[in-house]
């Protein structure tokens, strides 16, 4: 079943494939920024995604690996997708908070766990990674 969602002014909207079984959320300092807080999204292939509104994404190429793509119109931030080639190169991490619907999604993955903010934290037992091993995992560390 397909799950849709969009940017805060409509001008953007997307459909994937599948409806998301899981998300995860990201602490990194970029993150936090672009975000305005804790990053929190669902990965998706780039295949299983259907851009509508694509004349009013941003993008932003924040690191060696990714870009940050964002609504031109009312600056809601859309997707981080992986640039760099190899295993996860077209990835999609589409934020969580631009579903239509994000019942029944629970996190299971925490990034960067290492750089978070003292105040708050998530519960559950779910893998939790930290800057090196993901920088491990991207070839950038």
């Known amino acids: ?5 969009g940017c805060l002014c409509g001008a953007v909207r997307y459909q994937v494939k599948e409806r998301p079984t899981e998300a995860g959320a990201c602490h990194c300092g970029m993150c936090r920024k672009w975000s305005g807080g ?10 299983e995604v259907r851009l509508k509104g694509e004349e009013h994404i941003g993008r932003y190429k924040s ?6 793509c964002f609504c031109k119109k009312c600056g809601s931030s859309l997707f981080y997708r992986v640039t760099l080639e190899g295993p ?3 990835n999609h991490h589409i934020g969580f908070g ?4 994000q019942s029944g999604i629970p996190l299971t993955s925490e990034i960067y766990v290492d750089r978070k903010p003292e ?8 893998p939790r990674l930290t800057e090196a091993e993901i920088l491990a995992m991207y070839g950038g560390g």
């Open 38 to 47: 804790i990053y929190m999204a669902f990965r998706v292939p780039g295949a």
């Open 63 to 68: 690191s060696d690996w990714a870009e940050r």
């Open 1 to 5: 079943m397909p799950a849709n969602g």
């Open 98 to 101: 631009t579903l239509d619907d």
């Open 88 to 90: 996860h190169f077209d």
């Open 119 to 126: 105040g708050y934290a998530f519960e559950g037992d779910h």
